[in-house]
C-alpha cells in the first residue's frame, strides 16, 4: 500500500496583498521599460573612439532588460492584475525625467548611464524590501534582477573609474552634469 504524503499547502496572497505587489511591479515594469528605450538609444547615439566596444556593450544588456520586463508582466498577470505596458501610461507614470543625452561620445553617454542605473538599483532595491514580507516569489524575482542590473552597472562604472577607484562624475548631480564630466575625460 502506497504511503500518503502530507498535503502540501501554499500560503497564498489575498487579492488585496496582490493587487498591493501588482503595483510596485508595475512601477518596474515602467521603470525597465523606460531604460530598455534608454539603451537602445544610448546605443544609437553614441560616437567615438570608445563606440563599438560602449555599441556592442549595450546589446546584451537591452535584451537581459527586455526579459526582466517579460517576466515582471507575468508576475503582474499571475497576481491577477492586468500589467500596462504601452508608452502613455509609462510617460504619465514616471517619476523621472526623460534621459536627456542625444548623439555624443561614449565615455559622456556612460557617465548619464550610470546616473539612470543607480536610480533602476536604488528603486528596485526597494520594491524588493518593499514585498519581503508579503510576497517571497516577487522579492526573489526582483533579487534576481538586481545581479543582473548591478553587473550591467559595474561595466558601464568600469569606464568612468581611475585604477584608483575614483568615479570621475563623483561631483556631478544628474545625467546631464554628469554626462558632461565623464566627457571631459573622453575630449582630454
Do not use: C
Not at 501588482?22 to 530598455?36: C, E, S, Y
Not at 553587473?151 to 562604472?157: A, G, K, S
Not at 568612468?160 to 556631478?172: P, R, V
Amino acid at each position: 500500500m502506497a504511503q500518503k504524503l502530507p498535503k502540501y499547502t501554499v500560503p497564498s496572497l489575498t487579492k488585496q496583498q496582490g493587487a498591493e505587489v501588482a503595483a510596485i511591479l508595475q512601477q518596474r515594469l515602467d521603470a525597465l521599460n523606460d531604460l530598455a528605450l534608454t539603451l537602445k538609444h544610448i546605443h544609437w547615439n553614441v560616437v567615438g573612439p570608445h563606440f563599438i566596444a560602449v555599441h556592442e556593450m549595450l546589446d546584451p544588456q537591452v535584451d537581459a532588460v527586455r526579459l526582466m520586463v517579460d517576466a515582471i508582466a507575468e508576475r503582474i498577470a499571475t497576481l491577477g492584475v492586468a500589467p500596462v505596458g504601452t508608452p502613455g501610461a509609462l510617460v504619465k507614470n514616471r517619476t523621472w525625467d526623460d534621459y536627456a543625452i542625444g548623439r555624443d561620445g561614449a565615455i559622456a553617454h556612460l557617465g548619464a548611464l550610470d546616473e539612470v542605473y543607480v536610480g533602476v538599483i536604488s528603486d528596485h532595491r526597494q520594491a524588493a524590501k518593499d514585498v519581503e514580507e508579503t510576497d517571497d516569489v516577487t522579492n526573489d524575482l526582483l533579487i534576481g534582477h538586481l545581479h543582473e542590473l548591478e553587473l550591467f552597472h559595474w561595466f558601464v562604472r568600469a569606464h568612468l573609474e581611475s585604477s584608483g577607484g575614483a568615479l570621475s562624475t563623483a561631483t556631478a548631480e544628474g545625467e546631464v552634469a554628469s554626462a558632461r564630466k565623464a566627457g571631459q575625460k573622453e575630449s582630454a
